[in-house]
């Protein structure tokens, strides 16, 4: 496995869903392929589907609605595929905590892998979470 995580740790395909979001993460996310982020020159690309991707992307909190859907596209994702969290949603719930459908316990979903917390994370916090899952990956 050591030689396929060196490979992934040339080149990370990133497919992006949200759970149930303000909206403001999946901006910053957008930003990243921007020419002022252009991340796309470290390698990092965003798919059209799950079943091309290395890396899925999250967002927002899990609710009832959302949470199979979730666990759905997660289990059609090629294996191993790393589950990276953005913003303060999934991790602690922000302003929708505690609402009547939420699922508290994100990882009851999918195993989520890597947090960037943030309301929403800057596009550099981003580049900087996904750096060091390409650091971990070469070893
Ligand atoms: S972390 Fe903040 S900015 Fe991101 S989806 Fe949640 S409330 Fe919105």
Redesign the pocket.
């Known amino acids: 496995m050591g030689w396929y995580n060196k490979r992934l740790a040339k080149s990370l395909w990133v497919f992006h869903i949200?759970?149930s979001?303000?909206?403001?993460?999946?901006i910053?996310i957008l930003d990243l392929i921007t020419p002022k982020y252009d991340v796309e020159r470290l390698g990092i690309k965003l798919v059209g589907s799950i079943r091309h991707a290395d890396v899925l992307l999250v967002?927002?909190?899990f609710n009832e609605k959302v949470a199979p859907k979730i666990k759905k596209i997660y289990e059609q994702a090629p294996k191993p595929i790393f589950v990276v969290a953005?913003?303060?949603?999934?991790s602690s719930g922000?302003?929708?905590k505690n609402s009547y459908n939420i699922v508290e316990n994100r990882e009851s979903v999918i195993p989520i892998d890597m947090y960037i917390?943030?309301?929403?994370?800057k596009p550099e916090a981003m580049i900087e979470g996904v750096a060091k899952l390409m650091e971990k990956l070469n070893g």
């Open positions: 949200s759970g979001p303000c909206n403001n993460c999946d910053e967002t927002g909190v953005i913003g303060s949603c999934p922000t302003v929708f917390p943030g309301c929403p994370p």
